[in-house]
């Protein structure tokens, strides 16, 4: 044991010097294994920036093969509170190129916000969500959304199935999105017109409302079953997207992420 945290302190002290990293000396003057483990875990977060950055430029070179020559899009009108949207055409499918803004039931801005509204449209519950749509498009089912994460490039992680790997490149807004680190973007490439936006998420009581700039959840029917929840999710430190399905019995339901009845989420409607 003593060997390994020699040998871990030799390597944290190089990288320290190739990476110009510094920890703060509290064991009277003398490195202690604590803070060698802090140098470390600083070292593991420059790494995972430099990582993000290597990932995020290989995703932009696939940008060549998958984005369209020409974005094909159109505007309509919500004919129940005369809101007009952007929409856009990938693959066969026309898909809201903006968050839902349509009062249903007890649908929230983020923070009770008119203002935030404008842009990130409200947040719904998942029985809100099933007929929030406008007259001519509806909720997507979980097919749909397969087929949009495909459509964009998006390829299926073989062993954890929710991950579409660059799917979250190709489909965030180029603004508006957290940077993960110095340096290190959390904006996508919005290849396809698509536009996803960091709306948030209300938790619940407790949690409130949260995560506005970092994340984006979207809500994705449960029609074809009741009991599981279903969304599709991007987030500012990952070029991935998540299709999580989950019977919502715990905060771990399905082995990812559980989600509740209180738990509030952005829509994208898709073209019946």
């Known amino acids: 044991m003593q060997r390994i945290w020699i040998i871990l302190a030799f390597v944290a002290v190089f990288l320290s010097m190739a990476y110009n990293l510094t920890f703060q000396n509290q064991k009277n003057g003398k490195r202690s294994a604590e803070d060698t483990m802090e140098l470390i875990f600083k070292i593991e977060d420059k790494i995972t920036a430099f990582g993000k950055i290597r990932d995020r430029k290989a995703a932009e070179k ?30 066969d499918q026309w898909w809201m190129a903006e968050n839902l803004k349509y009062k249903q039931g007890e649908a929230a801005c983020y923070k009770n916000d008119s203002t935030i509204c404008k842009e990130y449209g409200r947040l719904y519950s998942w029985d809100e969500a099933e007929e929030a749509c406008p007259p001519g498009w ?4 979980v097919s749909e959304v397969e087929t949009l994460l495909k459509n964009v490039g998006g390829v299926q992680d073989e062993e954890k199935k929710f991950i579409w790997h660059n799917a979250g490149y190709f489909l965030k807004s180029k603004t508006g999105w957290q940077d993960y680190d110095e340096g290190v973007s959390g904006n996508g490439f919005d290849a396809f017109g698509f536009s996803a936006l960091a709306a948030g998420r209300f938790g619940d009581d407790v949690l409130g409302f949260y995560y506005l700039n970092v994340g984006a959840c979207f809500i994705v029917s449960r029609k074809n079953a009741p009991n599981r929840f279903n969304m599709l999710s991007m987030g500012y430190d990952s070029g991935n997207a998540t299709l999580f399905s989950d ?3 715990s905060r771990n339901g399905g082995g990812v992420l559980g989600h509740m009845d209180k738990d509030r989420y952005s829509i994208r409607c898709v073209k019946d």
């Open 62 to 91: 696939l940008l060549e093969k998958v984005a369209p020559s020409k974005i094909i899009e159109e505007f309509f009108e919500d004919s129940r509170d005369s809101v007009k949207y952007k929409a856009v055409k990938i693959g």
């Open 138 to 141: 509806h909720l997507p089912q």
């Open 247 to 249: 019977d919502g019995s």
